[in-house]
């Protein structure tokens, strides 16, 4: 089901950390993660899991994920389509199998994840008709992810490391 260098456990190309070698913190955040009522999509999967590499910045960025989930004032539809169009346009397969599901229940059709998934012209995007914060959601995401800042004169820096 996954490529060689993801590890299972994680869905990730890094390990878990084990609950036993993480600090008090460490294993209150990880015991959340655990937790099938946490409100997170896949547990321990994915970012959550890796997050545990560093406690400190899972303890922040955690509050931010679930803000601009739950409480920014997007409706479950708008965001699921603007999650699965970001992964789309990134490629990142990870989140957009972890947020597909997601995205259904939340009353996006097959048709729309479809679309998202293969089209690549506004006259494919029109067919299904999306209200126009769907498309707004859609078309904003899909300009930022195509506006990818220059890195100036650190673009190579790490090719000399």
Not at 6 to 11: K, L, N, Q
Not at 18 to 33: C, M
Not at 35 to 50: F, V
Not at 94 to 113: C, L, Y
């Amino acid at each position: 089901m996954y490529p060689e260098d993801v590890e299972p456990e994680s869905g990730c190309r890094l390990p878990l950390p084990r609950r036993d070698e993480l600090d008090d913190a460490g294993q209150r955040i990880y015991d959340t993660l655990a937790a099938p009522e946490s409100g997170t999509i896949r547990g321990l999967r994915g970012p959550g899991g890796i997050l545990l590499h560093s406690p400190d910045l899972s303890q922040h960025t955690r509050p931010v994920n679930r803000y601009l989930r739950y409480e920014a004032g997007l409706g479950g539809r708008v965001r699921e389509l603007a999650i699965l169009t970001t992964a789309r346009e990134l490629d990142s397969q990870f989140q957009w199998a972890a947020h597909e599901p997601e995205a259904i229940s939340q009353g996006i059709s097959p048709e729309i994840i479809d679309i998202i998934n293969t089209a690549r012209t506004r006259a494919a995007w029109a067919k299904p008709m999306l209200s126009s914060s769907s498309w707004a959601a859609r078309s904003s995401v899909r300009g930022r992810c195509r506006r990818r800042p220059s890195l100036g004169p650190y673009g190579n820096s790490t090719a000399a490391v």
